[in-house]
């Protein structure tokens, strides 16, 4: 690929579809708060209302007057900028034609995608109900899962919501030594965590939900509104390095994500053992 024949609007949406397809944490956001990001510390607002009161009707009987519902807003502040910039060898392009840079290109979604889920992952809220298991097996880890569903629907999580589990490799691990999940053999949805159904939730697997230093792994049970997540990929640019012969890219990926509905999230804190048949 010659600096001459870059696309950057063919790249940025090449590159976007790209991040899409490698997200688990940021997939399971709502994204409807999108908005026009133009850089880092925009704000996008997130509205909301109140609950609707229910009343028994009579007939040939005047209905109350109309409930003024109260209304909230909150502020997802677009915090994270993350950037990359690589350069390929023109002797190295020249012998590769197109594949090298397409799959540096790759390597790029690839990297703003883990980096962004982290981010999903790392994110807290006091409000947010945890659930501590320190000796999770095979059997208990289904204890666990249980109270997860009945917290969400003490919560008022409607059961027609769609609810997600999010674990770590160890924890699947469990999960799969209980043979309990109703797996897929669907190749594409295997290739974006989802590894099957359990009690309601669908279950994905993300090697970025990591243990703490105490070996614990930070699982989390959630409706599809619980964290909003809003981004914007800037502008990828070719460019010709000054002391380099060769190609260069770069590009900016701003993002910013919230807890907007603590009560529809659970954390699970989960310590798995070596149980005796595992391999």
Same mark, same amino acid.
């Given at each position: 690929?010659?600096?001459?024949?870059?696309?950057?609007?063919?790249?940025?949406?090449?590159?976007? %579809? %790209?991040?899409?397809?490698?997200?688990?944490?940021?997939?399971?956001?709502?994204? %409807?708060?999108?908005?026009?990001?133009?850089?880092?510390?925009?704000? +996008?607002?997130?509205?909301?209302?109140?609950?609707?009161?229910?009343?028994?009707?009579?007939?040939?009987?005047?209905?109350?007057?109309?409930?003024?519902?109260?209304?909230?807003?909150? $502020?997802?502040?677009?915090?994270?900028?993350?950037?990359?910039?690589?350069?390929?060898? @023109?002797?190295?392009?020249?012998?590769?034609?197109?594949?090298? /840079?397409?799959?540096?290109?790759?390597?790029?979604?690839?990297?703003?995608?883990?980096? !962004?889920?982290?981010?999903?992952?790392? #994110?807290?809220?006091?409000?947010?109900?945890?659930?501590?298991?320190?000796?999770?097996?095979?059997?208990?880890?289904?204890?666990?899962?249980?109270?997860?569903?009945?917290? #969400? /629907?003490?919560?008022?999580?409607?059961?027609? !919501?769609?609810?997600?589990?999010?674990?770590?490799?160890?924890?699947?691990?469990?999960?799969?030594?209980?043979?309990?999940?109703?797996? $897929?053999?669907?190749?594409?949805?295997?290739?974006?965590?989802?590894?099957?159904?359990? /009690?309601?939730?669908?279950?994905?697997?993300?090697?970025?939900?990591?243990?703490?230093? @105490?070996? +614990?792994?930070?699982?989390?049970?959630? $409706?599809?509104?619980?964290?909003?997540?809003?981004?914007?990929?800037?502008?990828?640019? !070719?460019?010709?390095?000054?002391?380099?012969?060769?190609?260069?890219?770069?590009?900016?990926?701003?993002?910013?994500?919230?807890?907007?509905?603590?009560?529809?999230?659970?954390?699970?804190?989960?310590?798995?053992?070596?149980?005796?048949?595992?391999?």
């Amino acid at each position: 690929m010659a600096i001459s024949n870059f696309i950057p609007t063919l790249w940025s949406e090449t590159l976007y %579809e %790209e991040l899409k397809k490698n997200y688990v944490g940021v997939k399971l956001c709502n994204r %409807e708060f999108e908005g026009e990001i133009r850089g880092e510390g925009d704000r +996008v607002k997130i509205a909301g209302v109140g609950p609707v009161t229910v009343f028994n009707y009579q007939k040939n009987t005047d209905m109350p007057a109309p409930e003024v519902l109260s209304d909230t807003e909150r $502020t997802l502040v677009i915090d994270q900028a993350k950037g990359f910039n690589f350069c390929i060898d @023109s002797i190295d392009l020249a012998q590769s034609k197109k594949t090298l /840079m397409q799959a540096a290109m790759k390597e790029a979604s690839d990297a703003l995608a883990d980096v !962004a889920d982290q981010y999903v992952y790392s #994110l807290t809220d006091n409000a947010v109900e945890v659930l501590e298991n320190n000796a999770v097996t095979a059997e208990s880890i289904l204890g666990t899962i249980s109270d997860a569903r009945r917290k #969400l /629907m003490e919560a008022n999580v409607p059961n027609s !919501a769609k609810i997600s589990l999010e674990v770590s490799p160890a924890i699947e691990q469990k999960l799969v030594l209980a043979k309990v999940l109703r797996s $897929t053999d669907n190749a594409a949805d295997l290739s974006r965590g989802y590894i099957g159904s359990l /009690m309601g939730f669908d279950i994905y697997v993300t090697n970025n939900i990591r243990a703490n230093e @105490s070996g +614990v792994y930070r699982c989390i049970a959630r $409706t599809g509104r619980a964290i909003a997540f809003a981004e914007q990929l800037g502008r990828v640019k !070719a460019y010709e390095p000054e002391l380099r012969h060769g190609d260069a890219v770069k590009g900016l990926h701003l993002y910013g994500a919230k807890i907007v509905y603590p009560k529809e999230m659970v954390f699970l804190d989960l310590k798995p053992v070596v149980e005796q048949d595992q391999p």
